[in-house]
Structures are given as C-alpha cells and as structure tokens.
DNA sequence: TCTGGGGTCCTAGGACCC
DNA sequence: TCTGGGGTCCTAGGACCC
C-alpha cells in the first residue's frame, strides 16, 4: 500500500485476437476466436466482435462455433504474440527497472521505483503516454490500471477495458470495493465463491464484515487471511522482477481417448522426451518427477517419484514417468497425459559432471546421452478416426500413418492455417485454409488493405511458409521487431504443434 | 456446452529425525 | 519403557490464474 497510485498494471485488451486481426486486415471489425481447433479444442481468447456472440476464453469451441458460426478461428501462433510481448515490455522497461511480466499480455509496474511518478497527475500521465507509446510501436491496445497497490491496479485496468484508463486513489480503496462481487478479488474463482455464497457472504463488504476468524475457519489459514485483508483494500506485495520457474511441464489432449496400453507407453516417452527438452532449453535441471493423466470421465491423477539428484536427462525421465504409469489403471481410456519436472536445480546434468569430475567422485555412472529431438511420431496422432469435425475427416486421407520422413506432407500440415507466407509472384499473404494436397492464401499483410484469395498446390515451389511480419511496418529508431532473429529450435517447434492440433486446418474467414 | 496448456500456491497425511 | 512435540520432506489433490 502506498499513498501515491503508482503501481500501474497493463493489460492488453483480446490480445491473441488483436494481433491476428492486426496482421490480417480482412479480419478487422469481423469476430475472431483464436484456440485449438481440433474437436476438443477451447477458446484462447475472442475477440470483441465474437464476444457480442456470447463466446469467451476458455469455452469450448464447438460452443464458440454454435453461437458465432461465421467468426474466424485461428490457431495460436505463439512466436508472433512473443514477439509483439517483447516490445511491450521493452516500453514497460523504460518506465522502470521493476517489472513484472504475468504472462505475454501483462505485467505490472512500479513506476516510482523507476523515478517515472511520484504522484496522482505524473502516474496519470505516464499511464497515458504508455499507451499511446503501444499503440504507435505494435498497433495494438492496452489497458492500464493505476493504485497504490497491485490488486487495486488490476482491478483497475479490467476496469479501463478495452482501450482505456482507470486510476485509483489510495484512500478510495474500500468504498470502492465494498458493493463489488467476492469474484473480483483475486483468488476468488468458482469454488471459493461458491463456498462464501453458502456463507451468506456475496460482497466484498460482507467480507470485511465477517471478520478475519470467520474467513480463516470458513477457507484455510493462508487464503482466509488474505483474503481478508484484500477485502479491506490492503494489499503490500512488491513488484517483482524475475522469477525463477519452479517447474516444467509439458501434457496433450488427444481428440480421441487412447485405450492400447502401448501407445499410452509411447505418448509418455514423447513427452517426457519434450518436457526434457524444454528443460535444457531453459538452462535447468529437476529431481522431481510428475506424471499426469486424465482419463476417459475426466477424473484426473497424478503421480510423482523423487529422484536422488537433480537430471535433465531424458532417459532417466522417461523411465521414472513410465515406472509411475504402472500404478494407474488406465481401462477406460486416456483422454490427456502430461510429464513434468519440479524441485528446479539451477545446473545442467554436465555441470553436475564437471563437478563429480573435479571431486574424482565415482558417481558419474549415468551417461547423459543426447538424445537430440526424436523425430515426432506420426503427426497424424489420433486425427483421422472419429474426429468431429467433418473437415478434419475429410482431409485426414485415407488410413493415415505414412512414413514421417516422406516428402508427402500433408498441406495442412505444411501450411497451418492462420500462418503467414510468401509468394514470389503474390507477394506476402496468410493461410486461410488447406487440405487435399491445395493452400488458399489470402495476399495481405499488416497496413494493407483487405486482400484477395488464390489457391495453389502445396507442393508450388513459388510459395514458402515466413515469419510473421511487424504489425506496424518498423521506423528509423524505433524498436526492432524480436521475430526478425533466428528463431531458437523449442519456438518454432511450438507454432507447428499448435497448427498440427488445429488439425484440420480450417480456418476460415469470410471474405 | 462437455470441458487446453502452462504455470503457481496451499493443504493434509505419513515418514523420519531430533 | 513410554510418551510428546516440532520440523522437514514426500506425495496427492485441489483451487486458481492467464
């Protein structure tokens, strides 16, 4: 808490969907749902258009469908997002050295640790000229939320949306909060809220008045009491930067249940094999190993084995997760598996070598092999029977499961709908569909104009996937576009995960 | 309507140690 | 010989957030 409203926090307004309709103009004032667009996909986040329709983050998409039928649905395209995220917090970074990022579209900051306000007018207009600085460098707006706190800055800022600014003077906090819902605090979601409204508890003014006992015997210790200081608008967390990740971890939703005991087996190794990866990429290494599974009802589980030592060896992990798959009794079937990895170390399996080493310790009895990335098993994984969406059927082809390495790539594999490409004669334009050995291709790019369509064979040596282009076309001395760089093997890998999920590749936009 | 993927934090019981 | 309490680690599950 503090007496001048100089905790800001940003929030970017339907961010996964802003972008996409920045990079594609056609789309612009049209609803966009973008998530997973296999049939057990939901909805990352929708756009202001498609939320008139009823749909929003996290609901189904075969909902999303029913209630906006004409919206277009696109498949995440991480590696844009994280590159417009990263001139965001580059402008965040200006206005003070204590940022603190929650995801790709939020953050908050202490704009009086950075000498960037000391007051109500000086945070106020450093709010403002933040947004107009995003707008001007990604063509993208956000939403900022300004009090002498963090949770009254986030509220603030849900507040602002879209497009706008809410400020919050310290001294205002608790007639402000007190008719709100008990869901606006944070860490109050459906159980929680539930459990204080069999309470008789609905506002945050009842809250403050059941006193802090009531809340401690009714919820926990830790959430009680903290809760109960929220409700009365006290809140002192500090803005931190950099935070170490206590854990990683990778799962998949298969679009069909998996029943054979040996492709669960496979599915384990593959994404122990990916958590692994991940794990490396990020310099760490764990001893805690945490199998996931879902199974046909939704009933979830998870089993964890704590190693010896910390590893970031695939081997060692595969095998731990596959000793703890022979606990769960998987009849039924196996909607969802994950693998992942806590009790972070901050070394390297070679690291720990160079120390053995240097200790002429005998324990250097576990090689670790490189592995490298194993070529993933058939992309096709589940698609192909009994998928939902007629599209995806039709376009599965017949039998499924050719050679991975055969130069037969289906196109909609090659070209996910919703990225971007480059024709020699065209120009740059985006997939807006493929399927059956074609690519429709829509020539536009961010700053033009609305575009036409074209389709091609997918093998046209003319046409070649690119990088997503700048959202707003780069200015002398402005901020570099992070996407322009080598992309890092873990970042491209993820893009074409997500378009393989999408599966069917149908992301269709009205002309 | 039929439920993603990546995380964080908390609770609670049992083992084990002092 | 019997009994007590506290601290830490491990495991499983649940709530919550974006």
């Given at each position: 808490?503090?007496?001048?409203?100089?905790?800001?926090?940003?929030?970017?307004?339907?961010?996964?969907?802003?972008?996409?309709?920045?990079?594609?103009?056609?789309?612009?004032?049209?609803?966009?749902?973008?998530?997973?667009?296999?049939?057990?996909?939901?909805?990352?986040?929708?756009?202001?258009?498609?939320?008139?329709?009823?749909?929003?983050?996290?609901?189904?998409?075969?909902?999303?469908?029913?209630?906006?039928?004409?919206?277009?649905?696109?498949?995440?395209?991480?590696?844009?997002?994280?590159?417009?995220?990263?001139?965001?917090?580059?402008?965040?970074?200006?206005?003070?050295?204590?940022?603190?990022?929650?995801?790709?579209?939020?953050?908050?900051?202490?704009?009086?640790?950075?000498?960037?306000?000391?007051?109500?007018?000086?945070?106020?207009?450093?709010?403002?000229?933040?947004?107009?600085?995003?707008?001007?460098?990604?063509?993208?707006?956000?939403?900022?939320?300004?009090?002498?706190?963090?949770?009254?800055a986030k509220i603030g800022?849900?507040?602002?949306?879209?497009?706008?600014?809410?400020?919050?003077?310290?001294?205002?906090?608790?007639?402000l909060l007190g008719p709100?819902?008990?869901?606006?605090?944070?860490?109050?979601?459906?159980?929680?809220?539930?459990?204080?409204?069999?309470?008789?508890?609905?506002?945050?003014?009842?809250?403050?008045?059941?006193?802090?006992?009531?809340?401690?015997?009714?919820?926990?210790?830790?959430?009680?009491?903290?809760?109960?200081?929220?409700?009365?608008?006290?809140?002192?967390?500090?803005?931190?930067?950099?935070?170490?990740?206590?854990?990683?971890?990778?799962?998949?939703?298969?679009?069909?249940?998996?029943?054979?005991?040996?492709?669960?087996?496979?599915?384990?190794?593959?994404?122990?094999?990916?958590?692994?990866?991940?794990?490396?990429?990020?310099?760490?290494?764990?001893?805690?190993?945490?199998?996931?599974?879902?199974?046909?009802?939704?009933?979830?589980?998870?089993?964890?084995?704590?190693?010896?030592?910390?590893?970031?060896?695939?081997?060692?992990?595969?095998?731990?997760?596959?000793?703890?798959?022979?606990?769960?009794?998987?009849?039924?079937?196996?909607?969802?598996?994950?693998?992942?990895?806590?009790?972070?170390?901050?070394?390297?399996?070679?690291?720990?070598?160079?120390?053995?080493?240097?200790?002429?310790?005998?324990?250097?009895?576990?090689?670790?092999?490189?592995?490298?990335?194993?070529?993933?098993?058939?992309?096709?994984?589940?698609?192909?029977?009994?998928?939902?969406?007629?599209?995806?059927?039709?376009?599965?082809?017949?039998?499924?499961?050719?050679?991975?390495?055969?130069?037969?790539?289906?196109?909609?594999?090659?070209?996910?709908?919703?990225?971007?490409?480059?024709?020699?004669?065209?120009?740059?334009?985006?997939?807006?569909?493929?399927?059956?050995?074609?690519?429709?291709?829509?020539?536009?790019?961010?700053?033009?104009?609305?575009?036409?369509?074209r389709t091609f064979w997918?093998?046209?040596?003319?046409?070649?996937?690119?990088?997503?282009?700048?959202?707003?076309?780069?200015?002398?001395?402005?901020?570099?576009?992070?996407?322009?760089?080598?992309?890092?093997?873990?970042?491209?890998?993820?893009?074409?995960?997500?378009?393989?999920?999408?599966?069917?590749?149908?992301?269709?936009?009205?002309?």
């Open positions: 808490m503090r007496s001048a409203p100089t905790i800001l926090h940003l929030d970017m307004d339907a961010f996964f969907a802003a972008a996409e309709q920045a990079a594609k103009p056609s789309l612009r004032g049209k609803p966009v749902v973008v998530g997973g667009l296999g049939p057990r996909g939901v909805v990352s986040t929708a756009s202001y258009e498609a939320r008139r329709f009823g749909v929003h983050s996290a609901m189904p998409m075969a909902q999303a469908r029913r209630l906006a039928p004409n919206a277009a649905y696109l498949v995440p395209r991480f590696s844009l997002y994280r590159a417009v995220s990263e001139q965001v917090m580059e402008l965040l970074s200006r206005l003070s050295p204590l940022v603190e990022p929650l995801s790709l579209d939020e953050a908050f900051v202490d704009l009086e640790a950075g000498g960037s306000a000391d007051d109500t007018a000086s945070a106020l207009a450093a709010g403002e000229r933040l947004r107009a600085d995003i707008r001007a460098v990604t063509g993208l707006s956000g939403s900022v939320g300004l009090a002498g706190s963090k949770m009254l800022s849900e507040q602002a949306k879209p497009d706008g600014l809410v400020l919050i003077e310290p001294g205002t906090e608790r007639a709100m819902s008990v869901r606006t605090l944070p860490g109050v979601g459906p159980a929680t809220g539930d459990h204080l409204r069999r309470a008789g508890m609905t506002t945050v003014a009842d809250l403050a008045e059941a006193g802090e006992d009531e809340l401690v015997r009714l919820l926990g210790r830790a959430h009680g009491a903290s809760l109960y200081r929220m409700a009365l608008g006290l809140d002192d967390r500090a803005v931190v930067s950099e935070r170490d990740a206590k854990s990683v971890s990778v799962e998949d939703t298969f679009d069909v249940d998996l029943h054979d005991r040996v492709r669960v087996r496979t599915e384990v190794d593959r994404l122990a094999d990916r958590c692994v990866e991940r794990l490396r990429a990020a310099g760490r290494s764990g001893r805690t190993v945490v199998l996931k599974v879902r199974r046909y009802d939704f009933s979830t589980l998870t089993r964890s084995e704590t190693l010896r030592g910390p590893t970031d060896d695939p081997g060692v992990v595969r095998e731990a997760a596959g000793r703890l798959l022979e606990s769960v009794d998987t009849t039924g079937g196996v909607r969802l598996l994950g693998v992942g990895v806590t009790g972070l170390a901050d070394f390297t399996q070679e690291d720990l070598f160079a120390q053995a080493a240097a200790d002429e310790s005998a324990a250097a009895s576990h090689a670790s092999a490189d592995e490298g990335a194993r070529e993933p098993v058939s992309a096709e994984r589940a698609v192909g029977e009994g998928a939902a969406d007629s599209s995806a059927a039709a376009w599965a082809g017949s039998g499924g499961g050719g050679p991975v390495e055969a130069p037969e790539v289906p196109a909609e594999r090659r070209f996910p709908a919703g990225h971007d490409v480059r024709h020699r004669e065209f120009g740059a334009g985006w997939v807006q569909g493929s399927g059956l050995r074609r690519v429709t291709v829509r020539f536009e790019e961010p700053g033009s104009a609305p575009g036409r369509v997918a093998d046209d040596p003319d046409l070649e996937l690119s990088e997503p282009l700048p959202l707003v076309p780069a200015v002398a001395g402005q901020s570099s576009w992070p996407a322009s760089r080598p992309k890092s093997r873990s970042e491209s890998r993820s893009d074409s995960e997500a378009g393989r999920s999408g599966g069917s590749g149908s992301g269709r936009a009205r002309p």
